[in-house]
C-alpha cells in the first residue's frame, strides 16, 4: 500500500530554496538562541571569524556514492558561475554561512550519518539538510515542507509521520531520522546507481527524478544543485572545529519539564511567562508544537526548556491549565517582504507561529512576494533587520556617476565583483537587474563609485 501511495505522489519540491532563500535561512541563524547559548559555553565558537584552511591531508574519506554524486553535479551547466554565487555566499563575512550551517549540523548529524550507516546507505545522506535548510530543525517553508529535511506533507504521510493541528513530527530529529532514511531507501531502489538521481527523487520526488533532462532544468533546481555540490565539497576540505561537544554540554544544561498534577496536560506558551524573548526561546526549542498551545500527551512531548529560558521558569513543573485571556490586544508589527524570506522565517524571526500570520493577513498557503506588506500579531521585534532597502538601493539615482564594466568571456557577478574593493556580488546584482544565467560577454554593467 505504501508503495502504491508514494506512486501517486509526484510531488514537486515547491518552494526550494534557491541560493537566496538559502542564504536568508542561514543568516538568521546568527540571531537564535542556541548561538548565545554554544557562545556562552565557549565565547567565541561561532561569531569569531576564521579563514578557510586547504589541506589535502586531512580530507574525509568519501564513499563512491558521495564521489559519484559530486561528479555528476559538476557536469552540470553553468558550473563555473554558480560555484562563485555559492562559495561567494559561504565565505563572506568570515566564514559566517559555513559556521553556522556546521554548527547546526553538528547537534544531529553524527547520530544521522549513523543511522544511515547502519542501515547500509552511505553516510553522506546526512549531509543533505546543510543544502536544504541548514540543518534547521524548525523548518517551515512553502509546499508545506518541514522540518530540517525539508519533506513534503505527502511523504511525511507516506512514511507514518504524524501531523495535524498542533503537532508536526517533522521537526522531531528522533523521529524524522527514521523515516529520511526510509525515504532515501526508496530512493536508492528506484534508482540504483545513479546518486544525483536518487538525491532528485528524494527533494522532488519520483516522478521528476523519471523526467530528469540536465539540458532543460529550471534555475532554481539548477542553483540548488550546484549549492549541494559546493556543500559536499567544503564540508570535506575545510578544516573546522567539531560543535559536537558544546552541543551535549548544552543538552545537560537544558531542562524537560511535564504539567503539574491536576493542572491537566495543555499548557499555552503565551501564558507561561510575560517576557517575549523566552516565549521565543521556548518555541524555537520546541517547533514540533504548531500553534500556541502545547499538548503534553504524547511520548515525545515534554516541553524542552533551553538554558536562556530555565531561570525564567518552575524548576519542577509547568504551570498548564491556564489559558490565556483573549481580552489582551496584541501588538501588531508591519513587515516588508524581503527577497528569499519565506513565512518560515518570517515567523521564526518575529517568534509567532505561521499560521497566526497567515490567518491575521488572510493568506492562502504560503504564498508571498518580494515587497509585500503583511502584518504580524503578537510577534517580538527581531534583533536583525529583515526587511527594508539597502544602503545602496536608498542611494542607486541616476545622478550617481556610475562606473560602467564591460563583461568579459568566462566573468561572473562575483569575479566582476572581485575586480571592485568597494562592490559586493549582491549590489551589482541589484543594480543591473540581471539575473545571473543571462550575463553574457559585452554587456555594460553599472559598477557604484568608490
Known amino acids: 500500500m505504501l508503495a502504491f501511495l508514494g506512486f501517486l505522489i509526484p510531488v514537486l519540491m515547491q518552494g526550494q530554496p534557491d541560493l537566496v532563500g538559502w542564504d536568508g535561512i542561514i543568516r538568521s541563524m546568527r540571531y537564535a538562541h542556541w548561538v548565545e547559548e554554544l557562545e556562552a559555553i565557549e565565547p567565541g565558537c561561532l561569531l569569531t571569524e576564521t579563514e578557510p584552511q586547504?589541506?589535502?591531508?586531512?580530507?574525509?574519506?568519501?564513499?563512491?556514492?558521495?564521489?559519484?554524486?559530486?561528479?555528476?553535479?559538476e557536469a552540470l551547466p553553468m558550473a563555473e558561475h554558480h560555484a562563485d554565487r555559492a562559495l561567494q555566499r559561504l565565505l563572506a563575512d568570515g566564514m559566517l554561512n559555513f559556521r553556522l550551517m556546521c554548527a547546526a549540523a553538528d547537534r544531529h548529524q553524527p547520530q544521522v550519518a549513523q543511522a544511515f550507516e547502519d542501515n547500509g546507505l552511505p553516510a553522506e545522506w546526512a549531509l543533505l539538510p546543510l543544502a536544504l535548510t541548514g540543518w534547521d530543525n524548525a523548518y517551515y517553508g512553502p509546499g508545506r515542507r518541514a522540518g530540517a529535511w525539508a519533506m513534503n506533507f505527502a511523504s511525511a504521510q507516506v512514511h507514518g509521520l504524524e501531523i495535524r493541528r498542533g503537532w508536526d513530527e517533522r521537526h522531531l530529529p528522533e523521529i524524522m531520522t527514521p523515516a529520511a532514511v526510509a525515504h532515501a531507501r526508496s530512493a536508492t531502489d528506484h534508482f540504483p546507481g545513479d546518486p544525483l538521481?536518487?538525491?532528485?527523487?528524494?527533494?522532488?520526488?519520483?516522478?521528476?527524478?523519471?523526467?530528469?533532462?540536465?539540458?532543460?532544468?529550471?534555475?532554481?533546481?539548477?542553483?540548488?544543485?550546484?549549492l549541494l555540490r559546493v556543500?559536499?565539497?567544503?564540508?570535506?576540505?575545510?578544516?573546522?572545529?567539531d560543535m559536537h561537544s558544546l552541543w551535549l554540554i548544552r543538552e545537560r544544561q537544558t531542562a524537560s519539564l511535564r504539567c503539574a498534577e491536576g493542572t491537566g496536560a495543555?499548557?499555552?506558551?503565551?501564558?507561561?511567562?510575560?517576557d517575549p524573548v523566552v516565549t521565543s526561546a521556548l518555541k524555537a526549542e520546541n517547533p514540533?508544537?504548531?500553534?500556541?498551545?502545547?499538548?503534553?500527551?504524547?511520548?515525545?512531548?515534554?516541553?524542552?526548556?533551553?538554558?536562556s529560558a530555565v531561570h525564567a521558569l518552575p524548576a519542577d513543573a509547568l504551570p498548564c491549565g491556564n489559558r490565556p485571556s483573549t481580552l489582551n490586544t496584541l501588538e501588531v508589527i508591519l513587515h516588508e517582504i524581503a527577497p528569499g524570506e519565506v513565512l518560515g522565517i518570517i515567523a521564526r524571526d518575529y517568534g509567532v507561529r505561521i499560521e497566526d500570520i497567515q490567518r491575521h493577513n488572510g493568506l492562502v498557503g504560503d504564498?508571498?512576494?518580494?515587497?509585500?506588506?503583511?502584518?504580524?500579531?503578537?510577534?517580538?521585534?527581531?534583533?536583525?533587520?529583515t526587511a527594508g532597502p539597502s544602503?545602496?538601493?536608498?542611494?542607486?539615482?541616476?545622478?550617481?556617476?556610475?562606473?560602467?564594466?564591460?563583461?568579459?568571456?568566462g566573468e561572473s557577478f562575483w569575479s566582476i565583483a572581485r575586480q571592485y574593493d568597494h562592490a559586493e556580488m549582491d549590489d551589482l546584482m541589484r543594480m543591473n537587474d540581471i539575473p545571473a544565467e543571462s550575463l553574457r560577454p559585452g554587456m555594460k554593467l553599472r559598477i557604484p563609485p568608490p
Open 367 to 385: 504564498l508571498i512576494r518580494v515587497g509585500q506588506l503583511i502584518e504580524i500579531p503578537g510577534g517580538t521585534r527581531p534583533r536583525v533587520r
Open 197 to 226: 538521481l536518487q538525491v532528485l527523487a528524494f527533494v522532488r520526488g519520483h516522478h521528476a527524478a523519471r523526467r530528469w533532462n540536465p539540458e532543460s532544468l529550471d534555475a532554481e533546481l539548477l542553483e540548488w544543485c550546484h
Open 391 to 409: 544602503p545602496v538601493e536608498e542611494n542607486a539615482t541616476d545622478d550617481v556617476p556610475w562606473v560602467w564594466h564591460t563583461v568579459q568571456e
Open 266 to 274: 495543555v499548557g499555552f506558551f503565551s501564558a507561561l511567562v510575560d
Open 288 to 307: 514540533w508544537f504548531t500553534t500556541d498551545s502545547f499538548r503534553l500527551a504524547h511520548p515525545a512531548a515534554a516541553l524542552r526548556i533551553p538554558p
Open 54 to 73: 586547504l589541506d589535502p591531508q586531512r580530507f574525509k574519506v568519501r564513499t563512491p556514492w558521495a564521489e559519484r554524486l559530486t561528479e555528476q553535479l
Open 231 to 241: 556543500i559536499l565539497q567544503v564540508e570535506r576540505n575545510f578544516d573546522r572545529d
